[in-house]
């Protein structure tokens, strides 16, 4: 019998998602993969896995899992509410679970995305070289769609790995600014310095019609100096393409791999993650910065990720300031990640 | 003609190597060489590239190399690049099944253009197609080389479901849709070859830079070579270019 983790009942949208499917953007196949590749790879750190392996993208709401394999690790990574057989439990912390345990994941109680990550990951037949999943194109997952009640979702390991739970603080984690940081381009020419004044200094509000593909974006208008159609040319990560109508639109993992309106900006792609917590309605402000400072913080954004699983700590074994008292060990020691303010 | 390189900032792990604005044989032939160029080099970081009409996108890892670095290597390779050479691409001869419940718009194309729908029908099989490039779904392929005198307007109400294998026109440019997708260009006929197909070990059939010439077939003929198809047994004849 196949070790696996049943869907019991499904999220509005929840997806396979890994480190993107690179490589085939030349035949017209769009990247898709991890909206917030930082949760997954926090995710996937918990239990031990590598950072782009593949978990369930979570949306606003969980789903419900009931353990179908001897044993089990999984964590969730994202401010979730959580229970294992009705008790609540905590997200950014693995849990080690046996056959027939049930996971319910509730409402996102801030942010809106999470990760779902079992130990040795899902044992998923990667398409063109990636289980994330694209909906429109029907690429990756199991079948290319969504979750549904009913999924088998196939596990790597028939039981959980040897070893104990652990913990991550999510306070740890690169802190996430209001203002999305742009790099100009490439199609800035096209527009006028009212209408780029007009983009850095608009307050922007995200739209319902949002998806995985394009972040709406509704404010000022912005017009064009050149008109609004150029030859097709490709699409990176978080480009802002601005189209007849003046509203904005970011461009996600599931976006299209070229298209033919023009590019006022490109949204670095730590702030692309840090888009992927921020739901329709709340306001977005865009910030201009160099080709220096992105590379700075792309670079600072990867090194994050990759050093992960050394803020990982073993659970139930905690630094909390109680169990340092009673080991009386407190005395003269500086929080050096978040030192007090009279430090 | 030489077309002058133009870098581009596209964020923070990307870049933009434009050779023109237009669309243009020669321009394609320009994006393809440099691309070849590009992907001979190697040079490290380089992630992947996305060819079209006129311009090439660069992905690279931000950790690897930086958009200064590549754009000098990018500088380079354009000073010693012929143009005019051309990628090793192939020419494909792609059966297509014309007009009825699989190419729904033959009539309506025939009609505003003055012709019978078997012309129309000659007229496309008688026009050597470019792959300027592919987009918007996979394998989907941008034609150039359509006669001008079948050019016509896209549909006023674009279809949300159009069959897969559709040979479809829009405004100057004709298309082969791998998948089931929404459009508002023409449905001519289709083509009972899988131009994506995973079970194969080359998925996409066709690459940016290839020809295409398509050869009819009638009913029967689209109905024995759709069973091989779905077998994946059927493979299209090409030639070298």
């Known amino acids: 019998m196949t070790a696996g983790l049943k869907v019991v009942a499904a999220g509005p949208l929840s997806t396979i998602q890994d480190g993107g499917r690179h490589g085939y953007q030349r035949y017209g196949v769009s990247v898709a993969g991890a909206f917030d590749p930082l949760y997954l790879a926090a995710a996937n750190a918990l239990v031990g896995n590598p950072p782009g392996e593949g978990a369930v993208e979570l949306t606003m709401t969980g789903d419900a899992y009931e353990v179908a394999a001897d044993g089990l690790r999984l964590a969730v990574a994202g401010d979730f509410a959580l229970t294992i057989d009705g008790e609540a439990a905590a997200p950014w912390r693995s849990h080690t679970l046996a056959r027939g345990q049930v996971v319910r994941i509730g409402a996102a109680r801030s942010g809106l995305r999470g990760y779902l990550a079992v130990a040795g990951g899902f044992a998923l037949v990667p398409q063109l070289g990636s289980v994330a999943t694209h909906l429109r194109n029907r690429l990756g997952g199991l079948d290319g769609g969504r979750l549904k009640a009913g999924d088998l979702l196939p596990l790597s390991l028939a039981q959980a790995p040897a070893g104990g739970d652990r913990v991550l603080d999510p306070g740890l984690l690169p802190r996430r600014g209001s203002a999305l940081r742009v790099v100009l381009g490439p199609q800035d020419s096209h527009f006028g310095p009212d209408d780029i004044a007009a983009f850095l200094d608009g307050a922007w509000t995200i739209g319902r019609e949002s998806d995985r593909m394009g972040c709406r974006l509704e404010g000022p208008v912005i017009g064009h100096a050149k008109g609004f159609n150029i030859i097709s040319d490709g699409i990176p990560l978080g480009a802002v393409q601005v189209p007849g109508s003046g509203q904005p639109i970011i461009l996600l993992p599931d976006r299209q791999t070229a298209g033919g309106y023009p590019k006022i900006a490109c949204v670095i792609a730590p702030d692309v993650a840090a888009l992927a917590q921020i739901g329709p309605g709340a306001v977005i402000r865009f910030t201009a910065i160099g080709a220096d400072a992105a590379l700075a913080a792309h670079r600072a954004f990867r090194q994050a990720i990759a050093g992960l699983p050394t803020l990982v700590r073993p659970a139930g074994a905690e630094l909390d300031s109680e169990r340092l008292l009673s080991l009386n060990l407190v005395d003269g020691m500086v929080d050096a990640i978040n030192p007090p303010e009279d430090v | ?241």
């Open chain 2, 1 to 241: 003609m030489t077309f002058p390189l133009t870098l581009l900032p596209a964020g923070d792990a990307a870049l933009v190597a434009e050779l023109g604005d237009a669309i243009d044989p020669d321009l394609n032939d320009a994006v393809q060489a440099l691309d070849a160029a590009l992907a001979a080099a190697a040079p490290a970081g380089l992630v992947e590239t996305v060819p079209t009409y006129r311009s090439l996108l660069v992905h690279y890892d931000p950790c690897l190399t930086d958009a200064e670095t590549l754009g000098a290597q990018l500088r380079d390779l354009a000073r010693g690049l012929d143009q005019a050479a051309r990628a090793a691409g192939r020419r494909w001869f792609l059966p297509v099944c014309f007009g009825g419940d699989l190419g729904e718009d033959l009539g309506f194309v025939a009609d505003r253009t003055g012709r019978t729908m078997n012309e129309v029908a000659a007229l496309h099989c008688a026009a050597d197609y470019r792959v300027y490039m592919l987009g918007f779904s996979p394998g989907f392929a941008y034609l150039g080389g359509l006669p001008a005198e079948l050019h016509l307007p896209r549909r006023e109400n674009p279809r949300l479901s159009t069959p897969a294998g559709s040979i479809m026109q829009g405004g100057a440019q004709a298309a082969v849709s791998p998948m089931v997708m929404p459009s508002g260009w023409h449905l001519l006929g289709q083509t009972p070859v899988r131009t994506f197909d995973l079970r194969r070990d080359r998925p996409f059939l066709l690459a940016p830079g290839d020809r295409l010439r398509f050869q009819a077939i009638d009913r029967d003929r689209f109905a024995a070579l759709s069973a091989l198809a779905e077998a994946g047994a059927l493979m299209p004849e090409s030639e070298a270019l």
